[in-house]
């Protein structure tokens, strides 16, 4: 059973995801209170879908296409997402638990109060991305995009970024002291870093990367 929007849902039992696209395309309704389990979808179009309350679990998505699709209270649970479309989104309360986001493109998106958890977002692209009251932990970002986002009472515990890229992407307020941020690459005039939470080991390495010597 879900919730969507406060009022309660009943969910059924499972869903073929292939019919329930097919008939939110012709219907124009959302795709709702539905249990999908280990489908796999590769290079299919689902731009613009709403889905509402939808439990994906074990599924395997493959270079598909959910850009700007609004996602409400969605759950996503040990999934693969590789290579997919995700760009010009809304999210709003979901999950995103052990999944494997490798590569996948999240520009331009507006993500809220979403939980993002021991999962893989390696090569991700979040350019413009907006994160508002969000929380991300046991999570890597290792060499993706991160340029241009908006952090908006947003935490991060214990995420690895790696070599990821910040630049323009203002991190006043943001604790970082639980997280990897080795090789990060941001802009010449170091802005970014202006009023972020760090840990001893990593203002040390910082103050390398803003030119001072440490003695």
Do not use: H
């Not at 019919?19 to 299919?44: C, G, H, M, S």
């Not at 090789?183 to 870093?193: F, T």
């Amino acid at each position: 059973n879900g919730a969507v929007d406060g009022v309660f849902c009943p969910m059924k039992e499972r869903g073929n995801l292939r019919d329930e696209l097919l008939i939110a395309y012709e219907t124009d309704d959302p795709v709702e209170n539905v249990l999908f389990q280990k489908e796999r979808l590769v290079r299919v179009n689902a731009a613009k879908t709403a889905f509402r309350g939808v439990v994906f679990e074990r599924c395997t998505f493959e270079d598909c296409d959910f850009s700007g699709c609004d996602m409400r209270k969605a759950i996503f649970r040990k999934c693969l997402l590789v290579g997919c479309d995700f760009s010009g989104g809304y999210w709003n309360g979901c999950t995103l638990d052990s999944c494997n986001a490798s590569g996948c493109d999240m520009g331009d998106s507006r993500i809220v109060d979403t939980n993002i958890q021991g999962s893989q977002f390696q090569y991700a692209v979040c350019w413009r991305t907006r994160w508002e009251d969000c929380r991300i932990s046991d999570t890597a970002f290792t060499e993706a995009c991160l340029n241009e986002m908006i952090l908006k009472r947003t935490e991060f515990y214990n995420v690895d970024m790696t070599k990821a890229e910040l630049m323009g992407t203002m991190l006043k307020g943001i604790d970082l002291s639980g997280c990897t941020i080795d090789g990060i690459a941001i802009s010449d005039s170091k802005k970014e870093l202006a009023g972020a939470q760090v840990n001893v080991g990593q203002a040390i390495a910082l103050a390398r990367l803003l030119g001072v010597k440490v003695v």
